[in-house]
């Protein structure tokens, strides 16, 4: 994708066609705020393990962000969000001369639970709130279904459900940050290319609208760049054209569900949000909103140990 509405949005994606999962790569880095545990459902990682690889790799700050589902027929991992709470602040004593652990929540919107969403953030506190959108146990795009439900459909009506869903999350003005915007594309390869779906950005601008209208953040999700789309979450486009609307919060995630993906592509996330002009995270520790200041080594035209590409 090269251009965004308007014609004048360009895809700055440095590096996109550079290697991921290299291990001189994702380090020293000041956070990873989307990482999951076997307090998630999908999930296998002990807790202490993020900490020590976090040590390893020289990444200061990290999130534990495991899943939240409303919808009683979604998987569990059957630990009350008490018992997460309390677990993921001892494990943050445990490292607290090492390595800075916040406890956070990636919360599946739906709709039709955003009133049980809001009372919930009501009587619980997290350090940080990333809301997404699943693919739930009635999603077309569930394997087995998404292929009949692709054919014969125009590429808005495919992606409507969805987006639907994603548009009234970022209206919801419930969350710290929006995740992986456009994760839907992972489903729907091969049937629907990320390349078609990238090339039809006026179907994701009410949603980055509705960012800035409720003064939520954008994530920068690295998981695609393993996943079948080969891509972030989302676009490197999509990200440029928040920023041209005014979007001043980004945040960026590995996503982390196995411990050898932790921080994978984090660093590409990072230049993503660099060539679109930010230099610094949007986060939050608990209180209000605080900004993560990006390395200057990634912000450098030129010299230093990792100068931004171009």
Do not use: C
């Amino acid at each position: 994708m090269s251009e965004a509405t308007g014609g004048s949005t360009k895809s700055r994606d440095p590096g996109a066609t550079g290697q991921f999962g290299d291990p001189t790569a994702d380090r020293d880095l000041p956070l990873d705020s989307h990482l999951h545990t076997h307090l998630s459902h999908d999930s296998d990682v002990p807790l202490d393990v993020y900490p020590a690889l976090a040590v390893e790799r020289g990444i200061a700050e990290i999130a534990i962000t495991d899943h939240l589902d409303f919808d009683p027929r979604s998987p569990s991992s059957g630990v009350p969000p008490a018992e997460r709470e309390r677990l993921v602040r001892e494990l943050a004593e445990r490292w607290a001369d090492r390595v800075a652990i916040r406890y956070g929540a990636e919360i599946t919107y739906e709709r039709r639970f955003e009133a049980e969403i809001r009372a919930h953030l009501r009587r619980h506190r997290y350090d940080f709130t990333i809301g997404s959108v699943h693919v739930g146990p009635d999603s077309p795009y569930r394997p087995g279904r998404v292929a009949g439900f692709v054919a014969g459909r125009g590429l808005a009506e495919i992606l409507r459900p969805y987006f639907d869903e994603v548009l009234a999350a970022a209206r919801s003005g419930l969350f710290d940050t929006l995740g992986h915007l456009d994760f839907v594309k992972r489903y729907l390869v091969p049937h629907v290319p990320p390349a078609t779906i990238a090339a039809a950005p006026e179907l994701v601008e009410p949603i980055l609208r509705a960012l800035v209208e409720s003064g939520t953040g954008l994530e920068v999700n690295a998981s695609g760049l393993r996943q079948a789309a080969r891509e972030p979450y989302p676009h490197p486009a999509v990200v440029a054209r928040y920023r041209e609307l005014g979007g001043r919060r980004v945040s960026l995630g590995s996503d982390a569900h196995r411990a050898e993906h932790f921080a994978f592509g984090l660093e590409h996330a990072y230049r993503i949000a660099v060539a679109n002009g930010w230099r610094a995270l949007h986060f939050r520790r608990g209180g209000p909103p605080v900004e993560v200041p990006i390395p200057s080594a990634l912000l450098a035209p030129a010299g230093g140990r990792r100068p931004l590409a171009t």
